[in-house]
């Protein structure tokens, strides 16, 4: 039976004869790339060279991923299997990768014939609000609006000018006189709001006559819209139906069974989905993986060409619980780290209020969702009858340095308003990837990534402003840079995302397998602050100079 075409065959070279695969399945969401997969990913970049329309679909910027297999468990043949993420140059299906998990634009399918329909209604729609008739009457009624709006506002003020003026020659006139006039008062308070009441009504009447002309229009596009939002409703669950994914024992599931709510979009199409599917499908015995990005980075995200990622959580992370059952997987590094960093964390100061601390690299501030190690609960054993600890900060796990603690909750209230009104001062060294010289300000707006989490992304209309001062020290080479970094807010990876971004310093620290290019570790350090002692006041200043 011939091979598929989506089915390649390693280098014949001993730098591959002579690797064998790891033993146990790649742990998807923290990895160092295999030789064997480093190998397959380069082979993927040659094909996608030889290939003009991919290759320019690609450098647009794209997530590829390719799984080494064991075809064969009787000869324990080798090869590997490649795939894209989503579509690539406006199709789902190429030869040469794995197929996707649903075709949905195979020219047969019922999602292109629905989609055709929701378009449709899209064109109707932008047809009737571009309508001749239409608009004119829509300026008509916007026009008679503001006219009425202006003219009332100014009739109201006229009205209680004549009241205040009535008032006044009341306060003034004699007994008699006031006799004499209130009839004539009386009865012109009584013909101006007539005369208001009337205008007013003649006003809505114009403005309700325009309304009802508009309405076939507005009724016309209203249905149109829900309509079109209740296909489009009703497609994205059918294509969610569509997905039944297997795991290494042959179980199929629902793609909807692995979230609580609708799947986020596109979930189900990642690389890591799609190749795992089609190594079950033919009985493929899965040995290693990895993923990596080709072309240009997103605007508001930081991949750079080349660098393997782990795969997302945000989509991923349900959907690979189940596909990974029936294999022995590697055991999550991160927990096995922060096992071994835990015995390094050292307290630096402690009193009754208190308690700083310098972190290693490597260890949660606080507890994750991976039940690893984390500052919060080390310091909780070493300090058993305290009340707290409360953090009062956070360094990310890969950032080495200075820790402050409070071990109640006044001085982590105290402690607080200090970082809140930005009177705590500190300053972080870091050896970025690039020649940076003089100093400067960064100010690019941050939030979390919502489809990758914990990655943070610059976006102006969803991000939290984000500031930070940098000076550069010397060069550490003729490519690296040492930094000092002097943040003043607070934002997750602030300072790593304001250091790779293209309109910060374009320069990623050492070892940043976010947002540069990983190594054996990232080289920034918490390594000096300085803030008042929350009972007396008085000034505490820490410096641990990083061991890089």
């Not at 998807?28 to 320019?56: D, G, K």
């Not at 300026?139 to 506002?153: D, V």
């Not at 969803?462 to 060069?475: C, D, F, N, P, S």
Request: charged fraction near 25%.
């Amino acid at each position: 039976m011939p091979s598929p075409s989506f089915l390649h065959a390693l280098p014949e070279q001993p730098s591959c004869s002579l690797l064998r695969p790891p033993r146990c399945f790649t742990f998807p969401f923290h990895y160092t790339p295999h030789p064997l997969c480093i190998e397959a990913a380069t082979m993927v970049r040659a094909y996608l060279r030889s290939q003009p329309l991919l290759w320019a679909s690609a450098q647009e910027g794209k997530m590829f991923g390719v799984l080494i297999v064991e075809t064969d468990a009787a000869t324990h043949s080798l090869g590997f299997i490649a795939a894209f993420s989503a579509q690539l140059a406006g199709r789902t299906v190429w030869p040469w990768f794995v197929p996707p998990i649903v075709d949905i634009l195979h020219p047969d399918s019922y999602f292109l014939s629905e989609e055709a329909h929701i378009d449709e209604l899209s064109r109707r729609i932008e047809s009737l609000q571009r309508d001749e008739r239409f608009l004119s009457l829509l300026r008509l009624h916007r026009q008679q609006s503001a006219f009425a709006a202006q003219t009332l506002k100014r009739e109201r003020q006229a009205l209680a000018e004549k009241k205040l003026a009535r008032d006044e020659a009341r306060r003034l006139a004699s007994p008699e006189l006031l006799r004499e006039l209130s009839p004539s008062f009386i009865a012109e308070s009584q013909r101006l709001k007539a005369d208001f009441k009337r205008l007013q009504r003649r006003l809505q009447s114009e403005i309700e006559q325009t309304a009802e002309l508009l309405r076939p229009y507005e009724l016309k596009i209203k249905s149109l819209k829900a309509e079109r939002q209740q296909r489009s409703v009703a497609l994205q669950n059918w294509v969610f139906a569509q997905h039944s994914l297997l795991n290494a024992h042959g179980v199929s599931r629902p793609l909807t069974d692995f979230f609580s709510g609708l799947p986020p979009s596109g979930a189900g199409e990642c690389c890591a989905p799609k190749l795992l599917q089609c190594a079950f499908r033919h009985q493929w015995r899965p040995r290693c993986m990895a993923e990596f990005w080709v072309g240009h980075s997103p605007a508001e995200e930081l991949r750079t060409d080349g660098n393997f990622y782990p795969a997302c959580r945000s989509k991923c992370r349900p959907i690979l619980a189940h596909m990974l059952q029936g294999l022995e997987v590697e055991p999550n590094p991160v927990l096995q780290r922060n096992i071994a960093m835990a015995r390094h964390l050292r307290i630096v100061y402690a009193d009754s209020d208190i308690i700083v601390v310098s972190k290693p690299s490597g260890m949660l501030s606080v507890p994750g969702n991976d039940e690893v190690p984390s500052v919060k609960e080390e310091v909780e054993k070493r300090f058993p009858d305290m009340e707290g600890p409360i953090v009062v900060h956070r360094l990310d796990m890969d950032t080495s340095g200075l820790m402050v603690l409070a071990r109640h909750f006044a001085a982590y209230r105290k402690l607080q308003s200090q970082f809140e009104h930005h009177t705590i001062r500190k300053r972080y060294e870091a050896i970025v990837e690039g020649c940076i010289q003089g100093e400067g300000t960064i100010s690019l707006p941050l939030c979390p990534n919502p489809s990758d989490r914990p990655r943070q992304m610059v976006s102006p209309t969803l991000g939290k402003q984000a500031t930070t001062h940098y000076r550069a020290v010397r060069a550490e080479s003729s490519s690296t840079t040492r930094l000092h970094l002097f943040p003043v807010t607070g934002r997750t990876h602030q300072l790593r995302v304001h250091c790779a971004h293209p309109e910060g310093l374009h320069a990623p620290i050492v070892g940043d397998a976010l947002y540069g290019t990983a190594a054996r570790r990232l080289l920034l350090h918490a390594a000096e602050i300085t803030f008042r002692h929350p009972r007396d006041g008085r000034e505490l200043h820490f410096l641990i100079p990083p061991d890089f």
